[in-house]
């Protein structure tokens, strides 16, 4: 199956201090998605980039697909920004994703 | 849009007894629905694929008479966790993907089943 790897396992911030997540993956995929798991384990859907750039706010996310990697970017980090942030990928004739191991963030006040 | 919820939310059981989960898309009719656990500090790990009115396709080293999946509708799908035992205390999310299109999952908010 496909691995995925995230790195960093942890990050530790002041707050304020911008912030980048990366996940690589080893296999060609359709679908790849950054999550945010609250503290009461929701998980909150920040993209679907199977490719390309894309902007919410204080974050983005860019996939380049031909290289296996995606990376996430966090801006102005906020406190509430603290959590663990997954990135799934998959492939379409699988429908299923893979999780990596996840970044576990920390913003400091 | 894209709401999947979840049933619920914590339960307790006591050992040897099963229990049900339910996971239901509110606004769109899900052809698949997965399910993942998820021990403390550590990732989702894909249990099962349910597909609406078939048998589910479980993944290696998940016990299928243990996890039960039934898919019976395009909005519903039950995860029931058979003759519990503390080792099976997890978190269980669900997530479906829509019958519209696309490899987008929907992920519900998770439950907490405590086995004592």
């Known amino acids: 199956g496909i691995q995925v790897e995230q790195s960093p396992p942890d990050l530790i911030l002041q707050e304020g201090a911008n912030s980048t997540l990366r996940c690589n993956f080893s296999d060609s995929v359709n679908n790849l998605q950054w999550f945010h798991q609250n503290p009461w384990g929701q998980l909150i859907n920040l993209f679907y980039i199977p490719s390309g750039t894309k902007q919410n706010g204080r974050l983005s996310a860019t996939t380049v697909a031909t290289e296996r990697y995606s990376l996430l970017y966090i801006s102005s980090s906020q406190t509430t920004d603290s959590g663990v942030y997954f990135c799934a990928v998959g492939k379409a004739n699988a429908g299923k994703s893979t999780f990596g191991d996840g970044t576990t963030l920390t913003v400091k006040p | 849009g894209a709401v999947v919820s979840q049933h619920p939310s914590r339960v307790i059981c006591k050992s040897g007894t099963s229990v049900k989960i339910e996971c239901r898309s509110l606004?769109?009719?899900?052809?698949?629905m997965f399910w993942y656990r998820q021990f403390p500090k550590q990732s989702l790990m894909l249990m099962a694929t349910s597909n609406e009115g078939s048998k589910a396709t479980y993944e290696q080293g998940v016990e299928k008479d243990k996890f039960l999946i039934n898919h019976a509708s395009l909005t519903l799908s039950t995860l029931t966790v058979t003759s519990a035992h503390p080792e099976d205390s997890s978190f269980y999310i669900c997530?479906?993907?829509?019958?519209?299109?696309?490899?987008?999952?929907?992920f519900g908010p998770g439950t907490r089943l405590t086995v004592t």
């Open positions: 606004d769109f009719q899900a052809t698949t």
């Open positions: 997530s479906a993907l829509s019958i519209a299109g696309g490899y987008e999952q929907y």
